[in-house]
């Protein structure tokens, strides 16, 4: 019997094929576009790293100056412990965070998070000896507007900051713009996380730091709310519920 493509049969059989080849095309172009953005935010999540460590690309390609000379690890943030994670540049520590079995609440929410993921990313760059060279941690935290991400740089002492770069936020376009101004940024370098107690000294203080001052940065004006917001992402990410834990396990061991 000659199938009748004109019937009713036929058009079902041709809607439902035509349908089958569609959703096979979507899927398969779904999945190419799902591992060109997986490469393309490791991409940046190691170019950022880099430019916090301060660590020069000459030319070189991202990933390998990234395999050479930075250490991914997955800290638990309660513990300091480290935890084993396959594919840790894929490991997604917003998508933790607001996963109530990856995340708890703080509780004393000062970088106004809301929920912080219970595991996030430290990068390790170690020198020839294999001795700490500089400690690369993740912070964010909220401003006036948005949340602000960035990454700060520590020299071995983990105490003397290198450098703070902020790579992500939506604070206000023309006041403040500091958040991502080498200029502004550069004060950060040098300057002490901790006072001779071991509490969170760093301060954005309005009417400009006093010369010498070890922990102080110059507020920028019309934009009070973005700075104090910078110092609450300090004090919580470098206090008990963030680095904490981590790095008097790093101390103890004699990194």
């Given at each position: 019997m000659?199938?009748?493509?004109?019937?009713?049969l036929g058009t079902?059989?041709?809607t439902i094929?035509?349908?089958?080849?569609?959703?096979?095309?979507?899927?398969?172009?779904?999945?190419?576009?799902?591992?060109?953005k997986?490469?393309?935010?490791?991409?940046?999540?190691?170019?950022?790293?880099?430019?916090?460590?301060?660590?020069?690309?000459?030319?070189?390609?991202?990933?390998?100056?990234?395999?050479?000379?930075?250490?991914?690890?997955?800290?638990a943030?309660?513990?300091?412990?480290?935890?084993?994670?396959?594919?840790?540049?894929d490991?997604?520590?917003?998508?933790?965070?607001?996963?109530?079995?990856?995340?708890?609440?703080?509780?004393?929410?000062?970088?106004?998070?809301?929920?912080?993921?219970?595991a996030?990313?430290?990068?390790?760059?170690?020198?020839?000896?294999?001795?700490?060279d500089t400690?690369?941690?993740?912070?964010?935290?909220?401003?006036?507007?948005?949340m602000m991400?960035?990454?700060?740089?520590?020299e071995?002492?983990?105490?003397?900051i290198?450098n703070?770069v902020?790579?992500?936020?939506?604070?206000t376009?023309?006041?403040?713009?500091?958040?991502?101004?080498?200029h502004?940024?550069?004060?950060?370098?040098?300057k002490q996380?901790?006072?001779?107690?071991?509490?969170?000294a760093i301060?954005?203080?309005?009417?400009?730091a006093?010369?010498?001052?070890?922990?102080?940065?110059?507020?920028?004006?019309?934009?009070?709310a973005?700075?104090?917001?910078i110092?609450?992402?300090?004090?919580?990410?470098?206090?008990?519920?963030?680095?904490?834990?981590?790095?008097?396990?790093?101390?103890?061991?004699?990194?």
């Amino acid at each position: 019997m000659a199938f009748n493509k004109d019937s009713v049969l036929g058009t079902m059989v041709f809607t439902i094929s035509l349908c089958l080849v569609c959703s096979f095309m979507i899927t398969g172009t779904a999945e190419v576009l799902k591992e060109r953005k997986l490469v393309k935010k490791r991409d940046e999540l190691q170019r950022n790293v880099l430019m916090a460590a301060n660590i020069q690309l000459n030319g070189q390609d991202v990933r390998e100056v990234f395999a050479s000379q930075v250490t991914p690890m997955l800290v638990a943030l309660d513990s300091g412990e480290i935890v084993p994670q396959a594919q840790i540049l894929d490991f997604d520590e917003r998508m933790a965070a607001i996963n109530p079995e990856t995340s708890s609440k703080p509780k004393k929410d000062t970088a106004k998070i809301r929920s912080r993921a219970d595991a996030v990313r430290v990068f390790e760059v170690r020198d020839g000896s294999g001795k700490l060279d500089t400690l690369v941690v993740p912070i964010y935290g909220k401003g006036l507007w948005s949340m602000m991400y960035g990454y700060v740089a520590l020299e071995s002492d983990l105490n003397t900051i290198r450098n703070l770069v902020f790579y992500e936020h939506g604070e206000t376009p023309g006041i403040a713009d500091f958040v991502t101004d080498p200029h502004w940024l550069a004060q950060f370098t040098g300057k002490q996380l901790f006072d001779d107690k071991g509490k969170v000294a760093i301060k954005i203080i309005k009417g400009g730091a006093p010369q010498g001052n070890v922990h102080g940065i110059d507020a920028v004006s019309g934009a009070t709310a973005t700075g104090r917001g910078i110092q609450r992402t300090f004090e919580f990410w470098f206090g008990k519920e963030g680095f904490a834990p981590y790095f008097d396990k790093l101390t103890k061991a004699g990194a």
